[in-house]
């Protein structure tokens, strides 16, 4: 099983997205346009259609679909408000030379089951921010994202299709993108004594995330925060005359701290305040520890 989110784009812009998001539902499909005059229904026939009508890169996507989707393979997508959808294909790639199907834009699909998820806390955060980039579809390249997701499909289809192994699930950290680590991380200094800068929050920041004031010695400091497989220097902040604060979810440090003046954040220790003050986290947070937890 392969892992995959793929945004509903027809062509005319947000106002048809409805539309062809309820054609999807109702005809249990998930795909896009790039229409053709088809006499057949085989792929080298709209290939060489598409790429003359086209042009030969303009329907990438379509390749793409092609060339990767397979039975059983796993999808995310959303619709116009905002509610996620998790989808198990049937099928591989398929044209649907209709009216119907034209009108929606959606004519190039794999058929699939397609449920939507009770609750965007359901929703991991790698998956929130997969939805980010442009491309109409792309893989989820992460294991436990896609553990995760046969196990949420097998509950929300009532079924016990897709094994799985639930190790994958112990680091909390897997299912938090980048803006829920730092929220975190921004709650962790709130509670032992630091005042957040507010105006330091914004996404032009240079290089650090936010910009901190101690509340009893007035002291400086700033904060890093990187996920996933982006490591931290800490001897690239020596210069800093602040104090500096780093944290890397997955304790990906390349050096130890070359001063007392920079502290490398321990994930085991922002994961035990996160369990000890779980009452003043988001709730998709507490999902999360629960998630890690196996209370599932």
């Known amino acids: 099983m392969t892992l995959y989110r793929i945004h509903i784009r027809p062509k005319g812009g947000k106002e048809n997205v409805k539309k062809s998001f309820d054609y999807c539902l109702e005809k249990n499909v998930l795909g896009m346009g790039w229409p053709i005059e088809l006499s057949s229904l085989e792929w080298a026939e709209y290939e060489s259609q598409a790429t003359e009508i086209y042009g030969k890169g303009k329907f990438n996507s379509v390749k793409y679909l092609k060339r990767n989707i397979k039975e059983n393979d796993l999808l995310w997508t959303r619709d116009t408000k905002g509610n996620y959808y998790l989808a198990k294909t049937l099928s591989e790639w398929e044209y649907l030379p209709n009216q119907e199907a034209l009108d929606a834009d959606i004519i190039n699909v794999v058929r699939c089951n397609l449920i939507e998820v009770p609750s965007v806390d359901d929703v991991p955060g790698k998956v929130i921010a997969c939805f980010r980039p442009a491309r109409t579809i792309q893989a989820i390249r992460d294991a436990t994202t896609a ?106 440090y390349n050096e130890e701290a070359p001063s007392t003046n920079i502290v490398c954040l321990s994930p085991i220790e922002i994961k035990e305040f996160m369990y000890s003050n779980r009452e003043l986290l988001p709730s998709n947070i507490n999902h999360w520890l629960d998630v890690a937890d196996k209370k599932i």
């Open 147 to 252: 553990d995760y997701s046969k196990y949420l499909w097998n509950k929300i289809s009532n079924t016990n299709f897709f094994s799985f192994p639930e190790k994958q699930f112990d680091n909390v950290f897997s299912f938090l993108d980048s803006e829920e680590t730092e929220e975190i991380v921004f709650i962790y200094f709130q509670i032992n004594g630091w005042v957040v800068v507010p105006n330091s929050r914004k996404v032009d920041t240079m290089n650090y995330e936010f910009y901190l004031i101690n509340k009893k010695t007035k002291e400086k400091a700033i904060v890093q925060v990187k996920t996933g497989h982006t490591s931290l220097s800490p001897k690239e902040w020596v210069t800093k005359k602040e104090k500096v604060f780093l944290f890397q979810s997955n304790n990906k």
